[in-house]
């Protein structure tokens, strides 16, 4: 089993890195966010899971292990896929999975392509009780108490950007800003935009 990967990036696209390690580059699907920080030519590590099918083997890496862990748990769950966990890791944190699961609410992972309805409640029946929202916002979530943040967030999934990507982009980006920017709404958006750069076809993050 291969459950971790530290090497540096021999390419990126939007949902696939190659890691070199050891002289061996392996192939690692993995959630937007990481594909869009990932950079040619820096390391990185993530925590992986090695899915083994009768005609392959697939990587799926993570940043973060409680990522490995909600994949591990939604691919466990009636319907749903590796290929359908990644989407819902790329589109919700771990944080907005788990408040869903808890408030029974399905809608956020109907939101998620290739996710139906049925799949969507499946996902909230199976979940519960195995999923917990932390106290604290984690890895820079917007607080939802910030409406600047939070209108810069739903412009930016307007926009074609995953919740999540969006959600955590400005959040970073009102972290760095001035008092001013983190006042107004189109500054901040400005100042988002251009630290995630070009969407790539408008939909290439969700």
């Given amino acids: 089993m291969i459950s971790s990967l530290h090497g540096v990036v021999l390419h990126a696209t939007s949902d696939q890195v190659v890691i070199e390690v050891g002289g061996v580059g392996f192939s690692v699907a993995v959630p937007t966010d990481v594909a869009h920080t990932a950079t040619v030519g820096e390391r990185l590590q993530l925590h992986t899971s090695l899915i ?58 109907r939101r998620v392509s290739g996710i139906g309805p049925k799949t969507a409640k499946l996902i909230v029946l199976q979940l519960a009780g195995k999923v917990h929202p932390t106290a604290a916002p984690r890895r820079g979530a917007a607080s939802t108490g910030n409406d600047v943040v939070s209108q810069v967030a739903a412009a930016l999934v307007g926009l074609g950007w995953s919740e999540k990507v969006a959600t955590e982009a400005a959040a970073q980006t009102a972290a760095d800003a001035t008092e001013a920017e983190r006042g107004s709404v189109s500054s901040l958006l400005r100042r988002t935009l251009a630290l995630l750069g070009p969407a790539q076809g408008g939909q290439a993050r969700v």
Avoid at 82 to 94: I, W
Avoid at 100 to 108: G, H, L, R, S
């Fill in 52 to 109: 083994v099918r009768e005609d392959s083997l697939s990587l799926y890496g993570f940043a973060e292990r409680d990522e490995l862990e909600i994949f591990g748990l939604l691919i466990s769950v009636t319907g749903v896929g590796p290929k359908s966990a990644l989407g819902v890791l790329s589109h919700l944190t771990v944080d907005q999975i788990a408040e869903a699961v808890t408030a029974e609410e399905d809608a956020p992972f």
